[in-house]
Nanobody
Framework: QVHLVESGGGLVQPGGSLRLSCAAS????????MGWFRQAPGKEREEVSC???????ITSDAVKGRFTIWRDNAESAVYLEMNNLKPEDTAVYYC??????????????WGQGTQVTVSS
């Protein structure tokens, strides 16, 4: 059974940093692209960043240069380093699997989400 468990969210001041972690189990993570998504109140869920099995990342324009995704297949984990956080980054952040090795495929499994709040 596939499980994705996010951690690392919290309250941070503008300009601060957080590192999100996603612990994956129940499947061979090496074979699949993995991604981070977010959903702010009243808004649709949006893709933040995806990393394929070749460790090539795609990052949204909204966070490019501030957020970095990486994966550790040995630990079966995916991370999102978030720097220079802005109030508009406030959202629930979700980890998700893709259905193949690349980031163009559909999403398959989702974690429960972790809240990130950027506020002074």
């Amino acid at each position: 059974q596939v499980h994705l468990v996010e951690s690392g969210g919290g309250l941070v001041q503008p300009g601060g940093s957080l590192r999100l972690s996603c612990a994956a189990s129940g499947f061979i993570m090496d074979l699949y692209a993995m991604g981070w998504f977010r959903q702010a109140p009243g808004k649709e869920r949006e893709e933040v960043s995806c990393i394929n099995t070749d460790a090539i990342a795609i990052t949204s324009d909204a966070v490019k240069g501030r957020f970095t995704i990486w994966r550790d297949n040995a630990e079966s984990a995916v991370y999102l380093e978030m720097n220079n956080l802005k109030p508009e980054d406030t959202a629930v952040y979700y980890c998700a699997t893709f259905m193949s090795s690349d980031c163009t495929s559909a999403n398959d499994y989702w974690g429960q989400g972790t809240q990130v709040t950027v506020s002074s």
